[in-house]
């Protein structure tokens, strides 16, 4: 590649990959077959196979292909869709609340009875279908917390399941050791707290799905893993459209179901 070239994007099925793996080991959501999953990310094979799999993720296909027709694109695999969901674009500030409002009842209402008001009242004060609005405001509605709850896990697993971004220190070939902020519970608020260290995955048995990281890049991450490196304009979305779902949580629902979770 010559000097000032643009990189093409990473194809969406691909991106969908790095963002959707994590959950997978963790036994959450998608297929069982993670292997195969991470070789897909590895090889940068895009298929009919890989495409079958990611309707597997019940949690995840039905927001994209929500993106997806709501804003005329034929792919819910179209990268513009699957950064829209993980990291965000202005693609979510196209869809509206109608058609995400739609979606939560025929996902959600047969499964929350009574609560479905409560997680509606997010679709009201303006949520959006990014990651954060389902980590915070639908998550916790939808018996996903129920033992990290009773084990005073949720703090840990609210912010390990969001998409967070750290910078980078170092890069050690598996593992790179990033600096980022964590989720913090005062007993109210649900805030970003100050920077802190921590280590996260790039690969496993000798394989990776991104290229080496330099210190100072700025990378998303899933749970342990580091998820893709973030330019300026991604990161800023996704500082955007976090801190908005937070502030829906701290300032604007009568019920947020992260805070009743956090108790």
């Given at each position: ?88 674009n202005g693609l979510l500030d196209r869809v509206g609340a109608g058609p995400l409002g739609n979606s939560m009842e025929d996902r959600f209402r047969h499964k929350t009875g009574r609560q479905f008001a409560d997680l509606a009242e997010g679709v009201v004060a303006g949520g959006m279908p990014h990651h954060s609005f389902h980590v915070f405001c639908i998550y916790p509605w939808v018996g ?120």
């Open positions: 590649m010559t000097a000032g070239t643009v990189a093409p994007p990473t194809p969406g099925p691909i991106l969908f990959v790095r963002y959707a793996l994590p959950p997978i080991r963790h036994g959450y959501c998608g297929p069982n077959d993670n292997a195969s999953f991470f070789e897909y990310g590895v090889t940068g094979t895009v298929d009919n196979g890989l495409r079958s799999m990611a309707k597997e993720f019940a949690g995840a296909w039905p927001y994209l292909e929500l993106i997806a027709q709501a804003t005329g694109i034929a792919d819910p695999l179209d990268h513009r869709v699957v950064e829209a969901y993980w990291v965000g996903l917390l129920g033992d990290d709850r009773r084990s005073g896990q949720a703090l840990t697993v609210l912010d390990s399941c969001r998409i967070r971004w750290g910078k980078v220190i170092a890069d050690t070939g598996e593992q790179v050791v990033v600096e980022s902020r964590p989720l913090t519970w005062d007993g109210r608020r649900l805030e970003l707290g100050p920077p802190q260290q921590e280590t996260v995955i790039r690969g496993a048995d000798g394989m990776t799905m991104l290229a080496p990281l330099q210190p100072g890049d700025w990378v998303s991450m899933h749970w342990e893993w580091v998820c893709d490196r973030l330019s300026p304009a991604q990161l800023t979305a996704l500082r955007r459209y976090t801190a908005f779902h937070l502030s829906m949580v701290n300032d604007r629902l009568t019920n947020p179901g992260a805070v009743i979770a956090l108790g």
